[in-house]
């Protein structure tokens, strides 16, 4: 169940995050700050897609372990978006809520996997 709907979420984020990209280079005129946060804030999701297919269950945590990162690192660069004037504060809230939400599930999906393995 988890999984499924950090599936939907990662992908929905994903979308966010393109059409964050597409604000910052056509509106903004931002394109190297907007280039890590579009390459972090998509992987997360093709890194969830990619656990889901993995080939044992350590497979499966270490792909998801780095869609973990990724999300870290996103927030990162939301962050210092916004401290820098490119976002306001408001959509960057918006954003980071979720990107932690995803933070949150994929950090129990991994708690969750690692005991059941043990």
Same mark, same amino acid.
């Given at each position: &169940?988890? !999984? ?25 005129? /931002?394109?190297?700050?907007?280039? !890590? ?18 080939q044992s ?31 306001? !504060? ?10 932690? /939400? ?10 969750? &996997? ?5």
């Amino acid at each position: &169940m988890s !999984q499924s709907i950090i599936k939907d979420k990662s992908y929905k984020f994903a979308i966010r995050i393109v059409n964050l990209y597409k604000y910052l280079t056509e509106v903004k005129r /931002e394109f190297i700050l907007s280039k !890590q946060v579009l390459r972090s804030g998509t992987s997360i999701g093709a890194n969830v897609e990619e656990s889901l297919g993995g080939q044992s269950d350590r497979d499966f945590i270490a792909k998801l372990s780095i869609a973990y990162k990724e999300a870290r690192e996103t927030k990162y660069w939301i962050r210092l978006l916004q401290d820098t004037g490119y976002l306001k !504060q408001e959509f960057a809230k918006s954003i980071l809520c979720d990107c932690e /939400e995803i933070c949150k599930i994929i950090g129990k999906i991994r708690s969750t &996997m690692k005991t059941n393995c043990s």
